[in-house]
């Protein structure tokens, strides 16, 4: 059919739909188990399961294929009312659907195929129970999960069988093709083939003389045309089905290929066809002829056919022919009115590497824009309409922005699961409350929140919320409850998940940061700097190590992915009330408004969302506690300065006195302000972030890179790496992996 | 002229499979993702046949193969249902509704090309 690397590129857009598709169910599951599914939501979660099913099938999963396809059926059977929408079915399909999910992630070969024994038959139970479809299906599915019959065969691949479905109960549409007799398919007499189309067939675009060209392509011979119900031409409908007729074909062909060939014309068409040692049966079945007005519209080619197998009118008896004439070209396809296709798509898929590409090129844009305000004088900039140029820019570079943006629900949309796992692993009651799913975040952040998103929930939930009797002993709800939600604050987006569970138990956190060594005895802590000893290195509070939040990956790996994102983790703790982790990551990981500063004629970034405010010290302003640690009174509060050039070991020639320096106090995000010394700050900038990573090495104290306007590099410092190092002993920076 | 054919499936997926499918077997492959926009692309291109999935959004393929049917340029059109649903109930009410044929997905490239040839010349 194609090469597998197109396959391949199909399947891989297949997985993004079975991805969506499993949001979209696993929503519509949640509303069916919280009673408030509608009849829209239970057909979207059907489309979306059977979309999986019909990619199953197409690529060959069979698994999944199974499984969906249960799961579909009782779908089915909700949307048709025939099971009710009862929260305990909805229960039970969120557990079939979580192992859906499993289905589909070893389809793309993340896991091992799941053992859907128990919950399969569950499905099935749903359906025996309701005296439902079949478990397995008895269409193009089977050959998948069974061997075909033999006499449906291959034509079960196609609807419309001529034989074993008894269509016409269910339709009440004309009568079944005949089939004489089906024990003598191994005859070696030739077939006797009678066929007649109805005008049913003929009115949904069938077309005999494709059939008839079909089985001459087998070796049939048309023996005879009886065109003795053909009316005179001005009285002929073009969809009517006049002519019968009758073809021998070599025994050797299978009935299923026959059946296969006469798939579209049944099954209100006369068809027959029997080996040739019987007489065969009159043809008795009566086309349903409704004598309707002739449409207007122009001759059909079937009916082209007919017309030209009745040259002499008068002559209606049944003839001998050796073949049927060859049918006329058809006629053009009817030309419709030249619409230009407005809406010819809502939404398009594009690859993100092309996005990727975009953004960087937009990104090049800007810097080469800013290039040119550099270098023309202001006149020369408003002659060639820089300032236009620029606002076009800043325009294209936004909407690019937008292009990668996606609601944090792709995020979100796991966690219900999660909540559900370790509602059976902890026996706690867990309600979870979402809010603002539909932030739209860049897709980056999206991508790598998962991990960090996931921790924090287990932990709500395995540490943070009590059991249900101590909740009850507590006077709370014995059902704890936690909130996951999003809201954009400025550039940043804030992710919280609380809880209202025990609280942070400041007593054991210190006590075991103080075992664990990681704080001393003497350590004076404030209530916050004990919360955050959750994120410590090497920390956890379990007694036992569970095997839901303490598989030896802590909270400080969180905090360590959360930073690498440019973010950073808040806690809040009030005891026997809860606890909310809140996540804050910028909006998108490319775009950086900064301010240029220069220190020791280098320039350098300052993130402008750092930024608290700047200050020219006053004479004894900052004071130096002891060599090389001064710090700034700032109204009455003392925050640290450091030099940068200090904390980068760069050696600076003419030390400045700190009159003749600006100091930028900055906030980290997790271990309050810093004051940074520089000699002068340049500029205020939006800028495009080149990682360094990817260039180069991480480095610690540098978020990134940036080209500037004159072409040159700044280095852009992260805040929070500066912060944590100068209030710890060592307080200067190596540059790791320069050796390697 | 290669024939032309309009496939109307809501899933990018199926839509790009069967075009990888047909354009082999010397088709030209046009796509829509559900019967609204199936039906305004089959007034724009007239296609040579038309193949629909049945459960989409906004239009389903029932509804489209009744609105095509009810368009006179439309009557000999060819229509194949393509999807992944085999009740008879179903399939009686596409023929009803004016669907030339019905193929159970998954499809097999050959088959499918074989029945092609029995509806479209």
């Given amino acids: 059919m194609s090469d597998d690397k197109e396959l391949d590129e199909i399947q891989a857009i297949f997985f993004e739909e079975c991805v969506e598709g499993l949001g979209t169910a696993e929503e519509g599951l949640t509303a069916l188990a919280n009673g408030e599914a509608s009849p829209d939501v239970i057909a979207g979660v059907f489309r979306a399961v059977h979309s999986i099913k019909g990619g199953a099938g197409a690529f060959g999963h069979n698994a999944l294929l199974t499984f969906s396809h249960a799961f579909e059926n009782v779908l089915d059977k909700i949307r048709a009312g025939d099971i009710a929408t009862t929260p305990e079915i909805g229960q039970q399909m969120l557990s079939a659907f979580d192992v859906l999910s499993d289905h589909v992630s070893a389809a793309m070969g993340r896991c091992d195929v799941p053992d859907d024994g128990p919950v399969l038959s569950g499905l099935n139970a749903l359906l025996d129970a309701e005296?439902?479809?079949?478990?397995?299906?008895?269409?193009?599915?089977?050959?998948?999960?069974?061997?075909?019959?033999?006499?449906?065969?291959?034509?079960?691949?196609?609807g419309f069988t001529?034989?074993?479905?008894?269509?016409?109960d269910?339709?009440?549409?004309?009568?079944?093709?005949?089939?004489?007799?089906?024990?003598?398919?191994?005859?070696?007499?030739?077939?006797?083939?009678?066929?007649?189309?109805?005008?049913?067939?003929?009115?949904n675009g069938a077309e005999p003389l494709l059939v008839i060209r079909e089985l001459e392509r087998m070796g049939a011979r048309v023996t005879q045309a009886d065109y003795s119900a053909l009316p005179p031409l001005r009285e002929l409908e073009p969809e009517q089905g006049y002519i019968s007729w009758s073809?021998?074909?070599?025994?050797?062909?299978?009935?299923s290929e026959l059946d296969e060939c006469f798939d579209f014309v049944a099954p209100d068409s006369l068809i027959e066809y029997h080996h040739n040692r019987r007489a065969p049966v009159a043809a008795e079945v009566e086309v349903v002829q409704e004598a309707e007005a002739a449409a207007d519209v122009p001759a059909q080619d079937a009916s082209a056919a007919q017309g030209e197998a009745s040259t002499d009118e008068n002559n209606k008896a049944p003839i001998k022919m050796a073949a049927v004439p060859a049918a006329p070209a058809p006629p053009p396809p009817p030309v419709g009115e030249a619409k230009v296709a407005d809406v010819a798509s809502q939404t398009i898929r594009i690859d993100v590497t092309r996005l990727d590409m975009l953004l960087n090129l937009v990104g090049e844009l800007v810097i080469r824009n800013s290039i040119l305000n550099d270098r023309l004088a202001v006149e020369d900039q408003e002659r060639v309409e820089l300032p236009q140029l620029g606002r076009l820019t800043r325009e294209i570079q936004d909407n690019v922005?937008?292009?990668?943006?996606?609601?944090?629900?792709?995020?979100?949309?796991?966690?219900p699961r999660i909540v559900r796992e370790l509602c059976g692993a902890t026996q706690k009651q867990v309600n979870l409350e979402v809010q603002g799913e539909t932030t739209e975040v860049d897709k980056s952040v999206i991508e790598k929140i998962g991990e960090p998103l996931t921790h924090m929930i287990r932990n709500a939930i395995d540490h943070g919320l009590e059991s249900a009797e101590e909740r009850e002993a507590a006077g709370k709800d014995p059902v704890g409850t936690v909130l996951l939600s999003a809201e954009q604050k400025g550039a940043r987006i804030v992710i919280r998940v609380s809880d209202d569970g025990r609280g942070i138990d400041r007593a054991r956190v210190r006590?075991?940061?103080?075992d664990k060594e990681i704080i001393s005895e003497e350590d004076q802590l404030s209530d916050e700097d004990i919360d955050n000893l959750i994120c410590a290195p090497g920390f956890s509070t379990a007694e036992t190590i569970s095997n839901i939040s303490g598989r030896g990956v802590g909270m400080d790996v969180v905090r360590t992915n959360v930073e690498a994102l440019g973010g950073r983790i808040e806690i809040?703790?009030?005891?026997?009330?809860?606890?909310?982790?809140?996540?804050?990551?910028?909006?998108?990981?490319?775009?950086?408004?900064?301010?240029?500063?220069?220190?020791?004629?280098?320039?350098?970034?300052?993130?402008?969302?750092?930024?608290?405010?700047?200050?020219?010290?006053?004479?004894?302003?900052?004071?130096?506690?002891?060599?090389?640690?001064?710090?700034?009174?700032?109204?009455?509060?003392?925050?640290?300065?450091?030099?940068?050039?200090?904390?980068?070991?760069?050696?600076?020639?003419?030390r400045r006195s700190p009159e003749e320096s600006l100091v930028i106090i900055a906030e980290s995000d997790t271990a309050g302000c810093i004051g940074l010394m520089v000699d002068a700050i340049d500029d205020r900038r939006e800028l495009v972030i080149k990682s360094l990573d990817q260039n180069l090495y991480p480095i610690n104290g540098l978020s990134g890179a940036t080209i500037l306007g004159d072409g040159s590099i700044a280095l852009i410092l992260d805040i929070d790496a500066l912060v944590s190092t100068a209030s710890a002993s060592g307080s200067r920076f190596t540059l790791k992996g320069m050796a390697a | 002229m290669s024939k032309l054919i309009l496939t109307v499936d809501d899933s990018a997926s199926m839509r790009m499979l069967l075009k990888v499918?047909?354009?082999?077997?010397?088709?030209?492959?046009?796509?829509?993702?559900?019967?609204?926009?199936?039906?305004?692309?089959?007034?724009?291109?007239a296609p040579d046949l038309l193949i629909t999935d049945i459960n989409m959004p906004h239009m389903d393929g029932f509804e489209l193969i009744e609105e095509v049917r009810a368009r006179p340029e439309f009557r000999g059109t060819p229509i194949l249902v393509l999807s992944t649903e085999f009740s008879d109930e179903k399939k009686s009410r596409a023929r009803e509704t004016g669907a030339t044929g019905w193929i159970t997905k998954p499809f097999d490239a050959e088959k499918l090309g074989a029945a092609i040839r029995r509806v479209c010349p």
């Avoid at chain 1, 001529?162 to 016409?168: E, G, K, Q, R, T």
């Avoid at chain 1, 996606?406 to 966690?415: E, H, K, L």
Wanted: charged share 25%.
């Fill in chain 1, 131 to 158: 005296g439902a479809a079949p478990a397995v299906p008895a269409g193009g599915t089977e050959k998948i999960e069974e061997p075909p019959a033999e006499t449906t065969g291959e034509a079960d691949e196609f």
């Fill in chain 1, 162 to 168: 001529p034989v074993a479905i008894d269509l016409d």
């Fill in chain 1, 170 to 203: 269910l339709s009440g549409l004309g009568s079944d093709p005949l089939v004489l007799d089906g024990d003598d398919d191994d005859s070696d007499e030739p077939w006797v083939i009678t066929f007649k189309p109805s005008r049913a067939a003929m009115e």
């Fill in chain 1, 247 to 255: 073809l021998t074909l070599d025994s050797m062909i299978e009935r």
């Fill in chain 1, 401 to 415: 922005m937008t292009l990668r943006a996606q609601p944090i629900r792709q995020a979100f949309s796991r966690v």
């Fill in chain 1, 511 to 514: 006590q075991k940061a103080i």
């Fill in chain 1, 572 to 654: 809040s703790s009030t005891p026997g009330e809860g606890t909310s982790f809140t996540m804050v990551l910028p909006l998108t990981l490319a775009i950086l408004d900064g301010m240029i500063v220069r220190i020791d004629g280098q320039r350098y970034v300052v993130p402008l969302s750092h930024v608290i405010e700047s200050i020219r010290p006053e004479k004894g302003q900052v004071k130096a506690i002891s060599p090389g640690s001064e710090v700034i009174d700032l109204r009455g509060s003392y925050v640290p300065v450091r030099r940068v050039s200090d904390l980068f070991g760069i050696s600076a020639n003419d």
């Fill in chain 2, 21 to 45: 499918s047909l354009t082999a077997q010397g088709y030209a492959i046009e796509g829509a993702e559900d019967g609204r926009q199936g039906l305004e692309r089959m007034q724009e291109l």
